[in-house]
């Protein structure tokens, strides 16, 4: 997800990244929202503020024995108990539709990277060796995995949506060994 700071910043970079994937802009709507949220939280903040403020004065005025005062301040205080709830909830409901929008929004596209409609358009930029010939049809790596119960699509797709996948037994085992290779070989041999 990205920063919100990053795109009120780099606002023209996210919708040139954007119209380069070929999606509309968004960087406005993000940073409407954004400064909704914010407008949002500082206003509950400062409605905080006041509310501890006011209690304080209510046990000054209770001490100066100054009624009328205390009960005008209680009452600042009740509308502003009554207030908060509002605004939290305003708050919960602004940065879910923030946090869905920008969930929403893909990584932007180094400079260096072609542009192209869709991954037809990608180009190759070198290859290493040469790519094997075989006298029979080779499975994709998921026919492979799904063939030995070795990768769960739909468990996954019920888990977290699609493009996940479950991993089983000894694929899962090697993936943990796999990473805990990397980890070992980049703290203990690259400090």
Not at 27 to 56: C, T
Not at 165 to 179: I, P
Request: hydrophobic letters at 40%; charged letters at 35%.
């Amino acid at each position: 997800m990205f920063d919100p700071k990053w795109i009120r910043d780099h606002s023209d970079l996210l919708d040139n990244g954007l119209k380069r994937r070929g999606l509309p802009p968004a960087s406005k709507r993000l940073v409407a929202l954004d400064e909704k949220r914010r407008e949002v939280i500082a206003k509950l903040q400062s409605l905080q503020e006041r509310r501890n403020a006011a209690s304080k004065e209510v046990g000054d005025a209770k001490k100066a024995k100054d009624d009328a005062r205390a009960t005008k301040i209680m009452a600042e205080v009740a509308q502003i108990k009554t207030d908060v709830p509002k605004l939290e909830e305003e708050q919960r409901a602004i940065e879910k539709e923030f946090d869905n929008a920008l969930a929403q929004i893909p990584n932007v596209p180094f400079d260096d990277v072609p542009e192209g409609k869709d991954a037809s358009a990608n180009v190759e930029r070198h290859r290493i060796g040469k790519a094997p010939k075989f006298d029979f049809k080779p499975k994709l790596h998921f026919e492979i995995g799904e063939g030995f119960g070795l990768m769960d699509f739909e468990a996954a797709a019920r888990l977290s949506g699609a493009r996940f996948v479950v991993l089983k037994g000894a694929l899962a085992r090697l993936e943990r060994a796999l990473g805990q290779l990397f980890l070992d070989i980049h703290t203990a041999e690259h400090g």
